[in-house]
């Protein structure tokens, strides 16, 4: 037996003896997910309101839909179906999955939503209340093992969204030089997600893992002391990436709508 009712716990009937509100940093995780993943999936499926004047939210970025806008495509490769067995398919369900996959794979992020959804444990010193624990040794959780690869599939999703925050400095007419607010945006959020992605703990592994004399790999032990530099600030990364994804996607919907406008600054 583990957790409440471990054999090893104190003889309490506490729950814990913490009395400042550690449960508040759970609630307010789980709502800000919460809240991302109804916003995400309203939009994946939306399917439109996604590009205007060179801005193209980072949700449709790559748009490999047959259904794409023209211009939002890259180069006008459009390899896939605009439909599936007869289903609509929007541009952004072709390709969430990786971004989405690096993040819910991600090792902090699972800390965050292990915490805050599934109360496993609920907070530091706070009795969980399973009955069993099998951490990540089986279905579904075994998936976490894939992190690595989402981690490089995310790396080719930031150059995409870098040439995108690159070709919103285009004018209305297509001339470049142009910077608009919405440029700024695309390249803020574009720059925080590589801050992310490089501060990431398979980042660290990648460049300076497996090595036994970082002495005879000077160029990976410097690389490797750049990166293990950013990973103390993986989780504040995390945090400064989601919002500025999310807000780039909302900037973009409401300039395609018409809600805002897009001012440039010259």
């Not at 607010?181 to 893992?209: A, D, K, N, Q």
């Not at 002495?215 to 600030?233: E, F, G, I």
């Amino acid at each position: 037996m583990s957790g409440v009712f471990s054999p090893t716990r104190a003889k309490i009937k506490e729950r814990t003896l913490r009395t400042d509100k550690w449960w508040l940093e759970p609630a307010i995780t789980f709502g800000v997910l919460f809240s991302f993943i109804i916003y995400a999936t309203f939009r994946a499926f939306e399917g439109a309101n996604y590009y205007k004047d060179h801005l193209i939210s980072p949700f449709y970025s790559p748009c490999l839909s047959e259904a794409c806008v023209p211009e939002a495509t890259f180069l006008g490769f459009t390899p896939v179906s605009a439909q599936i067995f007869n289903f609509a398919l929007s541009p952004a369900l072709i390709i969430l999955i990786f971004p989405l996959g690096f993040r819910m794979t991600c090792y902090y992020y699972r800390k965050a939503y292990y915490r805050a959804f599934w109360l496993s444990p609920p907070a530091c010193a706070v009795a969980e209340p399973h009955t069993k624990y099998t951490g990540e040794t089986r279905a579904p959780l075994i998936l976490q093992n894939s992190h690595r690869w989402f981690f490089y599939a995310g790396l080719v999703f930031n150059v995409f969204l870098t040439y995108d925050a690159i070709i919103s400095f285009k004018s209305v007419e297509g001339e470049w030089g142009h910077m608009s607010v919405g440029s700024l945006v695309l390249l803020v959020s574009s720059t925080l997600l590589w801050f992310y992605s490089l501060s990431c703990h398979s980042c660290r592994h990648t460049v300076g893992g497996r090595l036994k004399h970082f002495s005879k790999h000077p160029v990976r032990y410097k690389a490797w002391t750049w990166v293990s530099a950013l990973n103390h600030k993986h989780q504040q990364f995390a945090w400064y990436s989601l919002a500025g994804v999310a807000f780039a996607d909302i900037y973009v919907r409401q300039v395609a709508t018409g809600a805002w406008t897009n001012f440039y600054f010259f």
